[in-house]
């Protein structure tokens, strides 16, 4: 069976995009995701998306990182699934439900509202989740954020010399997060300027992450760390505007762009 596909990115954050919103495909597999995922031998991707029919929502999208596992929410993959769609829809995820709308060379989408409460980062005990007792090798007191899917974000003083590589995986996987954890290393440079780099959860270090640079923002605003409701936050792969809305909601808009079409034999990766 062919399948074919839509390579997209956001900012440099990548995607395989399968459309089954028509035509049916066959079930996705951990395994399958990951072999699909892999840059040497399947298509390479940071994450699959598979775009299918849903009952409450225009349509579903399911979002599977590079390492098989599939997660609740990918603000980039949102922009790049807004401009493939052309006009505004709701979108169901395993996050929540949100809409996206595409503006030109990318789009503007409502993550809907952060949630802060210990159990729903979720977090294996109850804490302070603005400024959480804990630390790993100078990487101190996180505020958590679940924006669709869990955020640890911590500020430091100078982004570069955070060996994020290092401690990344070490956050992500320890016992106080048993969803793991998105890593957020951000340094504010401006009013309402925020630097940010990145480690997904089955994803590694990616080039830009829009639910991390949602969680971010809510976070320094909380923290009193950027002026107004707003910043715009500069990821290694380029800025998106973020907008704290006072109903709660967040608004991410940032580009997304189509790379390339092809298809593929769905028995080398069943």
């Known amino acids: 069976m062919r399948v074919p596909f839509i390579k997209m990115h956001g900012l440099g954050n990548d995607f395989v995009v399968l459309d089954a919103r028509e035509q049916a495909i066959p079930p996705i597999s951990r395994a399958s995701a990951a072999a699909l995922a892999d840059r040497r031998t399947g298509i390479g991707c940071d994450q699959l998306i598979l775009l299918e029919p849903a009952a409450v929502a225009d349509f579903r999208m399911r979002i599977f990182n590079a390492d098989g596992g599939e997660v609740e929410a990918c603000g980039n993959a949102s922009r790049a699934v807004a401009l493939l769609h052309g006009e505004p829809a709701t979108v169901e995820t395993a996050g929540g439900t949100i809409r996206v709308e595409p503006t030109g060379h990318g789009a503007r989408i409502d993550m809907g509202v952060p949630r802060f409460e210990w159990h729903a980062i979720p977090l294996a005990y109850a804490v302070d989740t603005l400024a959480m007792p804990v630390g790993w090798e100078g990487l101190e007191a996180p505020v958590a954020v679940n924006v669709g899917n869990p955020h640890a974000v911590f500020f430091v003083d100078d982004l570069e010399a955070v060996p994020i590589e290092r401690l990344g995986p070490l956050i992500e996987t320890d016992p106080l997060f048993p969803a793991r954890v998105n890593v957020n290393v951000a340094q504010v440079t401006g009013p309402a300027e925020i630097?940010?780099?990145?480690?997904?959860?089955?994803?590694?270090?990616?080039?830009?992450?829009?639910?991390?640079?949602?969680?971010?923002?809510?976070?320094?605003i909380r923290r009193g760390l950027v002026e107004g409701r707003a910043a715009v936050v500069t990821l290694p792969g380029g800025p998106l505007e973020i907008e704290w809305g006072e109903d709660g909601r967040i608004a991410m808009t940032g580009p997304a762009a189509e790379s390339f079409r092809g298809s593929f034999d769905w028995g080398d990766f069943a």
């Open 195 to 220: 630097a940010l780099k990145v480690w997904e959860r089955g994803a590694r270090l990616t080039r830009a992450c829009g639910t991390g640079a949602c969680a971010t923002t809510v976070a320094a």
